[in-house]
């Protein structure tokens, strides 16, 4: 016989064996006898089945008594919840979980539950009334809502504080360090139920409690965000269950600081409990913590002039938790800004006022005048300091102040101790530029200069800047133009209005003779050694004036003798202050005998000199009447040889004749014999007079040969200007006229008030001053009307007229990425005028009104066809329209694409492909624009003009058949550079 012992029973099946017991041998009899425990053992042979308890035989029901006694002294003993107060035992017939309850079925006609449970006579049939009455019970004790323990219950359990939510609390208010909640039973009521906790109200169970806080500020109330967020289990704690704590110490630096409203929200998933919400309202402390600036970039500096406003200035008042509380009352406010040196200026002029609703001091017109700002250039850096009077606040704000406008100007050294000489240049001037206030002028401050009497040499024209040190230099850049005796004046002007002035006077020099000039001379005579000088105010021969053509010297006496026969003008040079006519013919005829002498550069230098002219015979008688002991004899005569050679014949060869000097009487050259006379004095007068025969031969020679060397030059000249218009290019001439004519229209366009092309046209023009080889600046090419030029005016007119003045002052850009950062927009959309291009042209002293057109030369749609030879303005190689006769149409002159000449400058320009301004952008301007000479021309072409075209007499036919009529010319007259 075998026997199997058990040493215990496990109580989670009753005493149903689990597998785990009987799964070692599935096929041994010992397991089918142990599976049909407490029943016939059917079909298991052999096998015996005896219960011993103590050595006390047991039947199948004894062990199932035991067994039940047994799990309820367990229960009794270490089970908490075995207190179900009055409440009945209640069976659970069917359930879902039968498994786990050891409860079998074996189908729908009966139901099986312990054999302990039926013999223990608890089990007792109900009626339906008594059986709803124990399901109203049961739902009465079920969970039903979630509630959380006040201050007097939290007291109970030793907890100190509970959640404020009765009334709105300050900022800063500790929050609670643990807030308990509890699950209240349906049958529970607020109206009745005790103060006090009960455990009858709150229901014990195992599930999870999750809650969650947000907060909403009071400038978003829709907008939340979670600053907590927990799950926990029910704990027993100072004799209560179901007590749901939830620690909030590690958030309380987060809670109750910001004021706005905290949501606590708590919510259990296994059960219909009701979610909970609690709001606490915070309130802004009402000690004042800080005082900020609204709207204020720390990474920029707030930026003004001296003299002039700020921006005005947001201020905002926040309480120590960083709420923005209302200012009680409009405060009085102190604003210093403080240097690098810790220099302070007190800024005195300001308006302060409160919005309506009192949370924003708005500060405006604030004013900062100093004359210290030398102290902290070249930056002009400081720090604003805005408080209250008793500085327990304060806002630093970097700032610069920089100097204001020009409005003061002192030269060195002083220009009337410069000597003003025609001609010279001024190797030392410097003009030092000052605001109103005595600051430095900033470095880059564009300068007007208005000059008479002098020109410039340097290549920014009439507009300067000033340096680092505040100076404009001019040293060895003004040449005085004017002339001896001249007004001359040096005026610096700034956004239009004349700030300096400095008019002086060149030096004075009069032409003078050196002897007295006769008042009468004999007809046919001659004025010899005529003597001219230039002398200063006080009478001083000014030596300076010498002829020296080598190193460009010029002082030359033009002679112009004015008479009824003849007008001449004859040139003589200066030396050392003087020039000496070697002789002047008088005219034959009686009368007055009158020449102007005027120095050939200097006109202002000049001398008119009138002399009676009287006939010979009066004259010899007068000469006779002074001279009795001569015998005169005038050379003159028709009777006497006409030239100096028979002279010194006659003296040599009429040795019988006595003595004889050859003179000058009244002008007249006589033959005048004395009566004692030695033979040297004849001898020196022949001398003499050969020495100057040899002078003017000389001189004869070196006229000869000048004008030899002048004919050379001219024909060089000429077959330099043949060459130039043989290879295509512009004559010298042209060259020169067309700069001008582009510095005209670069300032016209500058001078245009509120467009945006006068700003770029002015940055461009400072750009290249500063890199005088080119190059374009940050991707900005230029202005339209400045890139190209035409030499014809009518010309340039009609294509003016043309693209018309939006697309004249189109500014033109290598892409659209440098377009569009031209300007910038806030966060409404608008365009910001404190950035880009508004803000250049704020620092050049304009603005920028309207609308303006940009060109992005790399998004043009360019012309990819031939280009015409080798000429470096790229034309484009179009074949020239015919009519339906095969003929060219009379009058045709081009395509206005091909009749824009590139500007110098821009000749090499280029896209990313290579392509020049023409392939781009005039060809976008005009693409097949045809060009005629008249208007019955152009409507004769009508039949071959597929892309529009224009005429000189002001015709415009545009593409879709629109025709321009009426009066054609410009009523601005802007327009492409020209050469005049």
């Known amino acids: 016989m075998s026997y199997l012992y058990f040493d215990d029973a496990e109580t989670d099946a009753g005493f149903s064996p689990t597998p785990s017991k009987t799964d070692l041998a599935q096929h041994s009899p010992f397991t089918s006898a142990l599976r049909k425990i407490g029943r016939p053992l059917d079909g298991v042979k052999g096998i015996n089945v005896k219960i011993y308890r103590e050595e006390k035989l047991l039947t199948p029901l004894q062990l199932e008594k035991e067994y039940s006694d047994w799990i309820i002294q367990m229960h009794d003993r270490y089970d908490e919840e075995v207190d179900s107060g009055e409440d009945q035992a209640v069976f659970i017939i069917n359930p879902g979980n039968k498994k786990a309850l050891g ?53 109970e359990l030793g907890i100190h504080e509970a959640l404020p939510v009765h009334a709105p609390i300050p900022a800063g208010q500790d929050p609670p360090k643990e807030i308990v909640a509890i699950v209240r039973p349906a049958n529970f009521s607020y109206s009745t139920a005790p103060k006090n906790l009960d455990q009858k109200y709150i229901v014990k169970n195992k599930m999870e409690m999750s809650m969650e806080v947000k907060f909403s500020g009071d400038s978003d109330i829709c907008r939340e965000s979670i600053l907590y967020s927990s799950r926990v289990t029910p704990s027993y704690y100072r004799g209560y269950h179901g007590l749901y704590i939830f620690s909030l110490q590690h958030k309380s630096h987060e809670l109750f600081q910001k004021s706005g409203i905290y949501k606590f929200l708590l919510h259990m998933d296994e059960t219909s409990c009701k979610n909970y919400e609690k709001e606490v309202t915070v309130l802004a402390s009402a000690e004042v913590g800080r005082w900020q600036l609204l709207g204020y970039d720390k990474n920029e500096h707030l930026r003004v002039r001296v003299g002039s406003c700020f921006s005005p200035l947001d201020v905002a008042c926040y309480d120590k938790y960083g709420n923005l509380i209302p200012f009680p009352s409009t405060p009085k406010v102190n604003l210093q800004f403080k240097m690098g040196n810790g220099m302070l200026i007190c800024v005195k002029k300001m308006k302060a006022g409160l919005s309506s609703d009192k949370t924003t001091l708005r500060i405006k017109d604030i004013l900062i005048e100093s004359g210290d700002l030398d102290i902290i250039r070249p930056n002009y850096e400081g720090t604003m300091l805005l408080c209250p009077p008793d500085e327990s606040l304060s806002i ?22 410069i000597q003003m000489l025609p001609g010279c240049i001024v190797q030392e001037l410097k003009l030092e530029m000052f605001d109103a206030y005595g600051n430095h002028a900033l470095k880059g401050s564009e300068l007007l200069l208005k000059v008479e009497g002098f020109s410039l040499k340097d290549q920014m024209g009439k507009k300067h800047k000033v340096d680092h040190d505040g100076f404009v230099h001019l040293s060895g850049m003004l040449k005085v133009t004017a002339g001896y005796n001249q007004n001359v004046s040096l005026s610096v002007t700034t956004g239009g209005e004349e700030i300096f002035k400095e008019e002086l006077q060149t030096e004075k020099r009069e032409l003078r003779v050196a002897e007295p000039v006769p008042q009468l001379c004999a007809a046919g005579s001659q004025l010899e050694n005529f003597v001219f000088e230039i002398v200063d105010t006080e009478g001083n021969l000014d030596e300076n004036i010498h002829n020296d053509e080598e190193n460009g010297h010029f002082h030359t006496l033009s002679i112009k003798l004015d008479s009824s026969v003849t007008k001449t003008t004859t040139l003589y040079a200066f030396q050392k202050g003087r020039c000496t006519i070697p002789s002047l013919t008088v005219p034959r005829d009686a ?33 006779q009447t002074l001279c009795p002991n001569t015998n005169i004899m005038m050379l003159q005569d028709k009777s006497t040889p006409n030239n100096i050679g028979n002279v010194l014949s006659i003296i040599k060869n009429e040795s019988k004749l006595m003595p004889i000097i050859l003179t000058y009487l009244y002008g007249q050259l006589c033959l005048v014999t004395y ?31 000048r004008e030899r060397v002048l004919k050379l030059l001219r024909d060089r000249k000429v077959e330099i200007e043949q060459s130039l218009v043989e290879l295509g290019g512009p004559s010298p001439l042209n060259i020169v006229d067309c700069f001008f004519a582009k510095e005209e229209m670069t300032d016209m366009i500058e001078n245009r008030d509120g467009s945006a092309a006068s700003v770029l046209c ?20 230029g202005v339209v009307a400045l890139l190209g030029t035409i030499c014809n005016i009518e010309l340039s007119r009609i294509l003016a007229k043309y693209l018309g003045e939006d697309q004249m002052l189109g500014i033109v850009c290598t892409n659209s990425e440098m377009a569009f950062s031209l300007e910038t927009y806030d966060k409404n959309g608008e365009v910001d005028l404190q950035n880009a291009v508004y803000a250049k042209a704020a620092e050049l002293g304009k603005s920028i009104s309207g609308e303006f057109r940009v060109i992005c030369l790399e998004e043009i749609s360019p012309y990819r066809g031939e280009i015409e030879g080798c000429d470096p303005q790229r034309k484009l190689a179009f074949p020239h329209p015919t009519l339906p006769s095969g003929e060219i149409p009379p009058g045709f002159m081009g395509y206005a694409v091909n009749m824009v000449d590139i500007d110098f400058d821009h000749l090499a320009t280029r896209t990313t492909e290579g392509l020049g301004l023409r392939e781009t952008l005039f060809y976008r301007l005009f693409g097949k624009l045809q060009v005629y000479d008249t208007r019955e021309h152009m409507k004769q072409a009508c039949v071959c003009i ?31 550079s020209r050469c005049r």
């Open 675 to 705: 009566n004692y006379c030695s033979s040297l004095v004849l001898e020196e007068t022949a001398l003499c007079i050969e020495h100057r025969e040899r002078v003017l031969e000389e001189t004869g020679s070196r006229i000869e040969h």
């Open 762 to 781: 002015e940055l461009i023009r400072n750009f290249a001053s500063e890199r005088p080889h080119g190059g374009s600046r940050d991707g900005i090419i």
């Open 591 to 623: 009368g007055c005998f009158s020449f102007s002498a005027v120095h050939s550069r200097h006109r202002e230098l000049s001398l008119s000199i009138k002399i009676g002219i009287q006939p010979s015979s009066d004259l010899q008688h007068e000469i």
């Open 103 to 155: 409860v079998s079925s074996n189908g729908s006609s009966y139901v099986s539950i312990p054999i302990g449970v039926i013999d223990s006579g608890e089990l007792v049939a109900v009626g339906k009334f008594e059986w709803e009455c124990q399901l109203e019970k049961q739902r009465l004790k079920a969970p039903s809502s979630i509630d959380l323990l006040d201050a007097n219950q939290c007291e």
């Open 396 to 417: 630093s704000i970097p700032c610069k102040v920089i100097p204001g406008h020009v409005r003061q100007v002192l030269a060195h050294p002083s220009m009337r101790s």
């Open 946 to 976: 597929d892309h529009g075209a224009v005429s000189l007499d002001g015709g415009i036919i545009r593409e879709d058949g629109l025709i321009s009529l009426g009066f054609w010319y410009l009523r601005f007259s802007l327009q492409f």
